[in-house]
């Protein structure tokens, strides 16, 4: 089961930066999470979960993005059984920068 993690300073701020129904999107994503497994995650075809290349977390943790609704995507990492949600990116490809 994953456990999420949305206590970044950065998430929490592209969060309520959203409208409305851009952050229902967010939050039913998140939901969906919550109830997957680590397997489930990078299997699924619509969460898109890949490997960032370009980029590392703040102790070189490799880090990932995810489609998290239809116009924003994810960037976080994984630690033991918890993803650590760093920000969001309504445009796709500043996740990768």
């Not at 456990?3 to 851009?22: I, T």
């Not at 290349?53 to 033991?80: F, H, K, M, N, T």
């Not at 993803?83 to 990116?89: A, N, Q, V, Y």
Request: aromatic share 8%.
């Amino acid at each position: 089961m994953i456990r999420l993690d949305l206590n970044n300073p950065e998430f929490q701020a592209n969060l309520l930066a959203l409208d409305k129904p851009q952050a229902w999107a967010v939050l039913q994503t998140l939901r969906l999470l919550q109830a997957m497994d680590w397997l489930q995650l990078q299997q699924s075809k619509g969460l898109r979960w890949e490997l960032i290349q370009s980029r590392q977390g703040p102790q070189g943790e490799r880090l990932y993005s995810l489609r998290i609704s239809r116009s924003c995507r994810a960037v976080a990492w994984r630690d033991g059984e918890w993803l650590r949600l760093l920000s969001l990116h309504p445009d796709h490809d500043s996740a990768y920068r």
